[in-house]
């Protein structure tokens, strides 16, 4: 009776915890759906979004003179979704999933990072599609956090070490690396950006100076935005770099044109620099509900990756020194095995090749698809009976039937209606000492002053040379072992008219200067941060603007020196920041990649911030500062000389102490009659005793 009352006490108990385990769980989905439908409704008050990923391939090839070649590759994967959800970083297609967890770990608005090898001769080629300077660069954008912007910093700068095999944990680590501009840069992105002045109103200047960068989060709060700028001029770019930044890529270099991605023939040239940047923009096709607001209060962002790599090759060899043209075509070009040729990513969306014409120039360019003669097209022969060398220029009717399609600048063509039977082979011709028309509109070059270890100075020169004023912002960052004098800054304008100055030496602004804009000067901090200087000023028509500062040269403890001390410290590229028009830049060769409709949509179309003014970013030489050095072989030679001694008398003594003397002397050994004989015979007895 007593185990039938307790099997019945067992059910009645299992029964009611099965009932009290489904109204918690009704009572908690109930608050889920409850939830859901809140967010739902404060979301679709707020914005209404497609949830896609699509990505895009273009190359764009531009012949330079004495037998160089550019070729800008970029891949861009865009994301459009609901960021404000923690969910959506969950789920990855296209999108890098190491990207994603970065941009929610550190709270990143968005970053750039650059890693070049040599030198970009602004004068002789005019501007590249992306500017960079000798070594890594790093520009960051992010909302502070809770942890504090400088652990923010700690974070990116440690996980894009691990992530691209870099030594850009020193950015944080050695403090001299990293620093605040002010006005030299602005985000790239135009989606949510504000320039906010502080006292809760808004501005639409891009380029002001009062202004920070902010974003408007969802309740309509104002963040500003912090800027964390870190160069490494001594980091060396290989292969090591360019793999993880290949594993980004949806087809890798498998298919599209990441084959062209072959490092044996990428580091194998004069110049290679390559970018990675994060950043949101403002996708017209997923804002169709707020068409009548601006793109400032862009409701839902898309958030973009931008991978470029620019290579410029120098073809001008023994193979090519004694003619009068350059013939390649991209199978040699880029090392590509079989002659395969090229044909879209099964994934991508878009892909083109752009080849740049220069109208302006007599570059003589001609193009050949010589995949086209290889699969015996009859429209082909029919339309190149009466032109063997094809030249692209009278075959309009032919590249028509083909997709290829030929604008005022650019012959494009578009690899979505090659394939991998039928690829695309293109063989480049053009002239190899052609002369460009126009000047560059500003260069920057800087050099070192002085001589010996003691003492040395930095001069710098901006050259303006367009028939109008232009404003310029400069901006240096100098570690804190050169001791500036702040009162050597020097600082004036030369025109053909005559010259002004800026700074007096005593390092105050000219009251009545009107071309000096703004003026930030911040001494270092021994071992902790750089000394900076950024100046804003305004360039008249044909100027050189000169700047120089004297400075003296630490003494550093003999840790503190690099393992190749005697090669020197390496002084990050000062940049300039130049507003140039752009309709001059339409008219000439020199600047027209850099805002191209055909390639950089989003730097063109800024919303509210469209202007004739475009932002041009110039950076100049890398410099070499020799510091007191001290004479490292000096401590082998004490440590060898000291362990000599060491050994040698603490040898000897311990010999002596622990040796155990004995006479080994015996009545049947023969005894010397010799006087020191017989002393040592003495001494044992002696010793003995005896």
């Known amino acids: 009776m007593g185990l039938k009352a307790l099997y019945n006490y067992n059910v009645v108990l299992l029964v009611v915890i099965l009932i009290l385990s489904i109204l918690v769980n009704i009572n908690e989905a109930t608050k889920t759906t409850t939830k859901k439908q ?68 550190v709270g990143i608005e968005e970053f750039t990072l650059v890693f070049t090898q040599g030198r970009w001769s602004y004068s002789e080629w005019g501007y590249p599609v992306r500017a960079a300077p000798v ?30 095999c870099a030594s850009m944990q020193f950015l944080y680590q050695v403090p001299h690396h990293t620093s605040s501009p002010n006005r030299s840069f602005r985000p790239e992105g135009e989606s949510n950006i504000y320039n906010y002045n502080g006292d809760g109103n808004e501005e639409d200047s891009f380029s002001s100076s009062t202004t920070t960068p902010a974003i408007k989060l969802n309740n309509g709060t104002i963040v500003p935005l912090e800027l964390r700028y870190g160069i490494l001029p001594r980091e060396s770019v290989c292969t090591e770099n360019l ?82 043209t350059i013939e390649t075509n991209l199978d040699n070009l880029f090392g590509l095995k079989g002659n395969t040729g090229l044909s879209a990513c099964p994934l991508a969306s878009r892909s083109k090749i752009y080849i740049q014409k220069q109208p302006s120039l007599n570059t003589n360019l001609k193009i050949t698809n010589i995949g086209n003669n290889n699969n015996n097209n009859n429209n082909n022969n029919n339309n190149n009976n009466n032109n063997n060398n094809n030249n692209i220029d009278q075959q309009s009717d032919n590249n028509n039937k083909n997709g290829e399609k ?65 404003n310029v912002t400069y901006f240096q960052a100098i570690p804190w072992y050169l001791r500036l004098y702040f009162h050597t800054l020097k600082f004036n304008i030369e025109t053909s008219e005559k010259s002004m100055d800026g700074i007096r030496n005593d390092g105050d602004s000219s009251s009545s200067s009107p071309f000096l804009l703004y003026k930030n000067i911040s001494p270092a901090e021994t071992r902790s941060s750089p000394s900076t200087i950024e100046l804003s000023f305004e360039m008249p028509p044909n100027s050189v603007a000169s700047m120089s500062i004297e400075f003296d040269k630490v003494f550093l403890h003999y840790t503190e020196h690099p393992p190749d001390a005697n090669r020197g410290f390496d002084l990050g590229s000062g940049v300039v920041t130049a507003f140039i028009k752009s309709s001059n830049g339409i008219d000439g060769d020199a600047i027209h990649l850099e805002w191209s409709n055909e390639t950089y949509n989003n730097n063109n179309n800024r919303g509210n911030h469209k202007s004739s003014i475009i932002p041009v970013r110039i950076y100049t030489e890398g410099l070499l500062i020799t510091l007191p050095t001290p004479d490292f072989s000096m401590l082998y030679n004490v440590i060898t000389l000291t362990g000599t001694v060491f050994a040698l008398f603490f040898g000897s003594m311990i010999n002596i102490l622990i040796r155990r003397f004995k006479n080994t002397f015996t009545g049947n050994d023969f005894v010397s009659d010799r006087p020191i004989a017989k002393i040592y015979r003495r001494i044992l007895r002696f010793i003995d005793g005896k």
């Not at 509900?289 to 060899?317: A, G, R, Y």
């Not at 020169?461 to 109008?468: A, D, L, M, P, R």
Request: aromatic fraction near 10%; glycine fraction near 4%; charged fraction near 20%.
């Open 243 to 324: 793999t993880p930044w290949v594993k980004l890529l949806p087809c890798r270099e498998q298919s599209g044109l990441g084959k062209l991605l072959n490092p044996h023939k990428l580091y194998d040239v004069h110049y290679h620099s390559m970018s990675i940047t994060i950043r949101k923009i403002c996708n017209k096709n997923n804002n169709n509900n707020n068409s009548n607001d601006n793109d400032s209060s862009c409701s839902s962002p898309t958030l973009e990756i931008v991978q470029s790599l620019t290579i410029v090759n120098d073809l001008n060899n023994h193979q090519h020194q004694q003619q009068e």
């Open 38 to 105: 809140n967010d739902d409704d404060d979301q679709s008050s707020y914005a209404t979004f497609n949830e896609t990923q699509s990505f895009f391939e273009e190359l764009i090839i531009k012949p330079l003179p004495r037998g160089k070649l550019m070729t800008h590759v970029q891949f861009t994967t865009e994301w459009n979704s609901n960021f404000l959800e923690k969910s959506t970083f969950q789920h990855y297609d296209l999108f890098p999933r190491s990207i994603g967890d970065l941009i929610t770990r």
């Open 135 to 164: 070594g890594v660069e790093l520009i960051a954008w992010m909302k502070p956090l809770e942890k504090g912007i400088d652990a923010q910093w700690r974070e990116l700068t440690h996980s894009l070490s691990g992530l691209f």
């Open 406 to 470: 030929e604008t005022d600048n650019f012959y494009i063509y578009d690899l979505m209606k090659y394939s991998t039977n039928k690829p695309l082979k293109l063989k480049i011709n053009w002239l190899k000492n052609f002369k460009r028309k126009y000047e560059t509109p500003v260069v920057a070059h800087s050099h070192l002053t002085g001589y010996g270890q003691e003492r040395g100075g930095i001069a710098t020169q901006i050259f303006n040379t367009e028939n109008y004023a232009i």
